[in-house]
């Protein structure tokens, strides 16, 4: 107000002074004073009036705070009564007012109040109506604005530049961004594709920048490449056969190969997109303009060195990096890795997969058995690293030793009993009885069984660990001949009937075969039928082969043996006038007999036995 009046009194300021008449020339009539005083007075309300009328609603002026309340912020803008601005407007994020007497402002006249004589002013309006200036001047001149990404919206971003804007993904990058969501939040610049105030539409565009940027980078790298160059780029993309690399402009690739001597599963574990790393140039192709790059020829190879570093027989410390079935490959440091074989394992385990011993990660020791730099190629031991058990074996376990052991497994040619040391002791089914026929050990024997066992054989060659049960005990076979002499008369129990024969039992373990031309002295095709496992039946022992493990026994022997007991008993009860018949008969009968058993004798048998030569010069003496 003291403002507007102000300007009243230099108005009236400038009327007084216009009715100031030069007197220096007394010739100026009065109506021409006249007619200056009506035209200064004209124009004095001309000014008037302006100070009224001179801001159109809509118009963004400058102003001055002159007073603040709860409700409103007064404002000057050389209008005769103060504008008002809703105090929310001066408020910040923390709801504190941020408005000080004096302060100049920028604010729009929203409409003026002529019946109370007020203008009601706007100072975020005026924010925008210059932002909305500041898009235009930009996009005239093609400029860039910056905004910050607010959030994401269908098919783009939300971005903040003072108004809202919307920028589409596709201009966010030069490639496609995997997540959307990073962007959120960051602070960049942008160019203006394209705008409506009157719809309140902007569309942004990163992407346009990063073009222009990358050609003008793209053309100074180029001229500057060469190979076997290094420089430092920015991981721009990861794939899983490499990584590309923005050298400025020019993308180039480091292969999965040439990213380090070692071993390198994926990328993806060394570096993240947006990394700065320093690379090799391998080769350029100008025309193609394709760059492959190495990070690993920035160091030495490392086999260079490695017969050096790792000669055989040197014991060496490594991690488990990956297994096989034929073994596992252990790092020694990155780009030197050995192979420990599953032969190499262990000395007495068979290992038929590695994991068995040793898992991916494991730390180990092991023994350098052979090395080939040209073929990057180490060979390496596990079971070096301790004594071979083999090699003490015999000193501990002599032949003949007797050992103790449970059985860890039973198979259908014997049974494994544990020792010491991993190593197992086989008893083969030959030699867990003297006596009885086992068809499998599982007959005899179940695994976690406690047996005693005698050492009978240690090829350290072979690894092999014979050992008997049946040893334990006497070979009853030794003996045989004792008690089954040649002539004797036995009985047992028929155990098989077959077409060639009968096998009799005589006792635990031992059998003696009735051959079938040995059962009757009548020809009998087949003695099936005839007789019956598990009937008593008495034989003569014929034969005995102790080496062979056979007693060969006879049917027909007693029958012939009770025919003569009865002849030589006739004989001896026959009177004496009656002798010479007796002699011839006797004779006669002896001769029939006789011939008919050395035939069969002879066609089975190797020779007479003692008992026969015996028996036929009683039979001489009697004839005689």
């Known amino acids: 107000m003291e403002e507007i009046a102000n300007n009243e009194n230099g108005n009236e300021k400038k009327l007084t002074e216009s009715k100031v008449i030069p007197t220096m020339d007394s010739s100026v009539d009065a109506d021409q004073s006249n007619a200056m005083q009506e035209e200064s007075m004209e124009k004095l309300m001309s000014l008037y009036e302006e100070s009224f009328k001179r801001f159109a609603e809509g118009e963004v002026v400058k102003g001055r705070i002159i007073a603040v309340d709860k409700d409103y912020v007064l404002v000057d803008i050389g209008y005769k009564s103060e504008g008002q601005i809703r105090i929310h407007e001066f408020k910040d994020e923390n709801g504190e007012i941020i408005a000080n007497i004096n302060d100049e402002v920028d604010v729009m006249v929203e409409f003026w109040d002529e019946e109370e004589e007020r203008v009601v002013l706007s100072k975020e309006k005026a924010a925008k109506v210059k932002v909305w200036e500041a898009i235009r001047e930009t996009y005239d001149n093609d400029g860039t604005v910056e905004g910050v990404i607010v959030s994401r919206v269908k098919g783009g971003f939300s971005v903040d530049v003072g108004l809202q804007a919307f920028l589409p993904g596709s201009q966010a990058d030069l490639r496609p961004i995997r997540n959307l969501d990073e962007m959120v939040g960051q602070t960049l610049s942008f160019k203006i594709l394209k705008y409506n105030r009157k719809r309140s539409n902007i569309v942004l565009s990163r992407r346009a ?73 391998l080769s350029f192709d100008l025309q193609k303009e394709r760059v492959s790059l190495g990070m690993k020829q920035l160091a030495p190879d490392p086999w260079t060195i490695a017969s050096q570093k790792y000669s ?14 034929y073994g596992a490959f252990v790092e020694l440091e990155e780009g030197v890795e050995g192979l420990i074989h599953v032969s190499e394992m262990s000395w007495t385990r068979k290992i038929r997969h590695p994991s068995k011993v040793v898992n991916a990660g494991d730390t180990i020791e092991a023994m350098v058995l052979d090395i080939r730099p040209e073929n990057r190629r180490i060979s390496l031991g596990m079971k ?102 040649v002539g004797k008369e036995i009985s047992g129990i028929v155990t098989n009937v077959t077409d060639f024969g009968i096998f009799v039992e005589l006792e635990e373990g031992i059998e003696g075969l009735v051959h079938v031309s040995e059962i009757s002295k009548e020809k009998i095709k087949t003695p099936v039928g005839q007789y019956n496992v598990g009937e008593s039946l008495t034989a003569k022992v014929m034969n005995v082969n102790t080496d062979e493990r056979r007693i060969g026994l006879s049917i027909k022997r007693l029958e012939f043996d009770d025919e003569e007991s009865l002849l030589k008993d006739y004989v001896s009860n026959m009177k004496p006038a009656t002798s010479s018949f007796g002699e011839i008969l006797s004779e006669s009968l002896h001769e029939k007999l006789g011939d008919s058993a050395e035939k069969e004798t002879a066609r089975k048998s190797s020779g007479k036995t003692s008992g026969q030569v015996s028996e036929t010069s009683e039979k001489e003496n009697t004839k005689e």
């Open 209 to 281: 920048i990063l073009e222009s940027e990358r050609e003008s980078k793209r053309s100074t790298t180029l001229s500057s490449i060469t190979e076997g160059q290094v420089m430092k780029g920015t991981v721009k993309n990861i794939t899983e056969y490499g990584v590309f690399v923005d050298l400025g402009g020019v993308d180039g690739l480091l292969h999965i190969t040439d990213i380090s001597w070692g071993r390198v599963k994926h990328p993806s574990e060394l570096f993240t997109v947006g990394d700065e790393i320093d690379v090799k140039v």
């Open 384 to 485: 070096q690293i301790a004594p071979n058990p083999w090699e003490v074996i015999s000193e501990k376990y002599p032949i003949g030793t007797t050992i103790e052991g449970k059985i860890k497994n039973i198979t259908d040619f014997g049974l494994f009993i544990g020792i010491d040391d991993d190593i197992d002791g086989l008893v083969h089914i030959s030699d867990i009885s003297w006596t009885k026929r086992i068809k499998h050990p599982s007959e005899v024997y179940k695994k976690g069984d406690v047996v005693q066992a005698i050492v009978l054989d240690i090829d350290k060659g072979s690894e092999r660990f014979s050992l008997g049960i049946k040893q334990l005990q006497p070979d009853p076979w030794k003996t045989v001949k004792e008690r089954y002499e």
């Open 312 to 325: 055989v027989g040197s014991r060496v410390t490594g991690t488990v990096v990956s297994l096989t079935d």
